[in-house]
């Protein structure tokens, strides 16, 4: 099928990678954080049995893991400290660009083919207008990506990239609930990064020579670094990957739902859908809608009254088949350009938090990482190195953090215009 009407927000979408190759800058930073003196240090050490590392990693989501196997596999210690309890099934499912694959197999081969042995390969993206028959598009060549960037784009389960991630990394480097607070830095040149374990309120820390924040969106080693930086709420979300099991008979008309691996864009007015067929026969949706009041949740059945006489009828029985899901507020950070100090930096959404309407987050994040240990191989763990990635990165990422609010905008214009 020919693609009738072109769309600028697809445009972004399938060129987005592009914008990577954005030329760096320089930046200045400051040294903020309280030195403890070596005598207290040594105290509170001793009282505590702080661990020591060569980098303490927050965050034990994709891009904490992936940053993991990278420092491992170049000798340096590491602890990741996670706010979650255990490791266990989160999430719906993510998008990945070829750009990010390329950076996964540069860094670490075996992880890369554990991530696309889990993946679906996207063969096909459309996007529908509910409002405006005329906005509707096709584009069908998506199984040429990898002669044309190296990668495919993929979906994956956000569970799956959890474990293909975590494969092959040593247990004892986990600290599950473990509530990261910020970090103090020491006059030996470490640092010491501050956490509460679950149900207590007792500060404990590791003592590390450098700290890496992938912690994401609430990041508070962000808010110690830039005290005024603060999320910006957009709209809210429900999001569910239906088990194949229960959407085989939903999605049996491809006519009247989606073909098989198609990434889909359903558009209201103040509304929208995202929908996704994987290999295996699962269906990923997300649903996100406009209102003042982002803090009310709706039931199931709210959900598919919401959708029911607008959308087409499969969207409805998704909704309505779907017991399990997640409930969250879109948001992302502005755009900033400070995101570390002295042996502290910031990784992934934990620096720039972007909205979805590009699909860019976790992509963004393994780039962030191909980066940082570009400059740790040129120089090891120092300063230096940090402030070379931060300064190649942070433009880089800014245009991609606009280029998303851009398009997040688009695509809700799409809806509205009749």
């Excluded at 800058?25 to 403890?36: G, H, I, K, N, R």
């Excluded at 558009?267 to 990923?284: I, P, S």
Aim: glycine residues 8%.
């Amino acid at each position: 099928m020919k693609t009738k009407y072109f769309i600028p927000s697809l445009s972004f979408f399938i060129g987005s990678f592009f914008l990577q190759l954005s030329d760096h800058s320089t930046v200045a930073f400051s040294s903020l954080a309280t030195p403890v003196s070596s005598e207290a240090q040594s105290e509170r050490r001793d009282a505590n049995k702080t661990p020591i590392v060569d980098v303490a990693v927050v965050g034990a989501g994709p891009s904490g893991l992936a940053l993991a196997h990278c420092l491992i596999d170049r000798g340096y210690s590491v602890k990741i400290l996670e706010r979650r309890s255990t490791f266990r099934p989160v999430g719906s499912a993510v998008f990945l660009h070829p750009f990010a694959l390329n950076s996964l197999k540069k860094l670490s081969p075996g992880v890369a083919a554990n991530v696309m042995e889990a993946a679906t390969q996207v063969g096909t993206v459309t996007v529908k207008s509910l409002t405006n028959t005329k906005n509707q598009a096709v584009f069908d060549e998506f199984d040429k990506a990898p002669g044309v960037f190296g990668s495919p784009f993929v979906t994956i389960k956000f569970w799956d990239l959890l474990q293909s991630l975590r494969s092959g990394l040593p247990d004892d480097i986990f600290c599950f609930g473990s509530d990261v607070q910020g970090y103090q830095e020491c006059v030996d040149g470490r640092v010491d990064l501050l956490y509460h374990t679950e149900g207590s309120d007792e500060k404990k820390s590791v003592n590390a020579k450098m700290i890496i924040d992938a912690g994401g969106i609430r990041s508070k080693i962000r808010k110690q670094i830039s005290p005024d930086s603060q999320s910006v709420p957009f709209c809210k979300a429900y999001m569910a990957v239906l088990p194949a099991d229960k959407a085989k008979s939903i999605m049996s008309d491809p006519k009247n739902s989606m073909t098989s691996r198609e990434l889909g864009f359903i558009v209201g007015e103040f509304d929208g859908m995202t929908l996704a067929t994987l290999e295996n026969g699962d269906v990923w949706w997300t649903y996100t809608y406009f209102e003042d009041d982002l803090g009310s949740s709706k039931t199931q059945e709210e959900l598919v009254k919401q959708v029911q006489g607008r959308y087409p009828p499969f969207v409805a029985e998704l909704l309505g088949s779907t017991e399990d899901r997640v409930e969250t507020i879109i948001a992302d950070l502005p755009v900033s350009w400070k995101w570390g100090e002295g042996m502290v930096t910031l990784l992934g959404d934990s620096a720039h938090a972007q909205l979805p309407a590009l699909g860019l987050g976790c992509s963004a994040a393994f780039a962030d990482i191909e980066e940082l240990c570009k400059q740790i191989d040129s120089d090891g763990l120092c300063e230096s190195a940090l402030r070379r990635y931060e300064r190649w990165r942070m433009p880089q990422t800014a245009v991609l953090q606009t280029a998303s609010r851009f398009t997040f905008g688009s695509m809700r214009n799409l809806g509205s215009q009749k």
